[in-house]
């Protein structure tokens, strides 16, 4: 044979070494990739986690740096392979509690959300990426986890936990991560996890503060046994009214992991029957002993009254959603719609716009021509506030007959809080303030975003 022939031979080996890595590579990409296409709408009946006997020469690489450690060792290794946890929330705390879990090794990960990624979370919710926006959370953090740690099965479900899906759902897992921070949900998974017998490890986080506790676990409380009756709604602040720096929830997410990873694995956690408290302002964790289980408990007492699943909506007076929370205290006649505001304006008509919302959020946005009083001013009446609102009242009625009221509008983010402003008005008109007449804008200024100035930001 010729060199050339000879040369071109082995070119042609080459190339068919290359094609072969490709195609091997191709197989893997697609296996990973139809393996959490799936998207659950519904539960159904998952397989039973099959048990490792022994780790893989793989298995012995990944996780040689935990291996060493002596409290997890071979044997807890193996128990986080057959363990199965669900996550519900895949949010600023699901994401990095699921991530973790994802790259220790956990056997099974269920991964529960019913949103889809948008702008605004991918600031703390950090298996998302802009590239997702518009996805639903649940495929968003599965494939990510896939990335990651393509031997822990994900299955992520696309669906709202409700009285009617929630114990077919908790029954088929070991572990249960409350990452939902929302009061109805809370409950019903409580509730959830005892009538199933498992436990649950629970966190929340809040502008800079964290909190977590594991409840029903060896003979601790639940969380009912430590809360009864849920708070009033309106003393309950949530991430989108209050706010959040990302990186708290990320601790408490990372927290609330590392006491699954103990629970899995054979150890004890360290936060049943304890409250850990986390200030991300001081740098500072916090734990305090709380009440052990109550012997009159409703759902996990001796003689328990909640037997099933009820409406946790009702139970405690609010949505099972971290969306905005729509109050409604006024009548009609009380508001105005953004667009009969958008013509008062357009029409130059005299009037004063009132807003409520707290400074920070003024800061990030405002109209022009709005006179700004927080909410909590108006209701303590501040010496001062009350003053500028008196003046600015006295300017509107300058040259205008005895019995004219001048018309206050009311806005703040939502049109929650103005409601609540309107009302406060409503007892100041006539004897603080000369008489006026209050209106509330509906839907406050994300609405006016919405239908009336494109270019107004959205927070
Ligand atoms: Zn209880």
Redesign the pocket.
Known sequence: MSREVLLLKAQLKERDEEIAALKHKLAQLEKNHNSVQELYDRVTPLTPLTAKTALSNEDIMRYSRQLLVPQLAVQGQLNLSKTSVLVVGCGGLGCPLALYLAAAGIGRLGLLDYDEVELNNLHRQVLHGEENQGQAKALSAAQALKRLNSTVECIPYHLQLSPQNALQLIQQYDIVADCSDNVPTRYLV?DAC?LSGKPLVSASALRLEGQLTV??YHGG??????Y?VPPPPETVTNCSDGGVLGVVPGIMGCVQALEVLKIASGQRTSCSQKLLMFDAQDAKFRSIKLRP??AD?????EEPSVTQLVDYETFCGSAASDKCRRLNLLSRDQRITVQEYKSILDKAEPHLLLDVRPLVEVDICRLPFSLNIPLSCLEERKLEDVQLLKRRIDQLRQGRSGDFQPPVYVICKLGNDSQKAVQVMEKMSGSEVDAVTVKDICGGLMAWAKTIDSTFPQY
């Open positions: 409580n005892v409840y029903n409380p639940c969380y009912r046994c430590l009864p289980k109550k408990c409703a759902v996990c007492g």
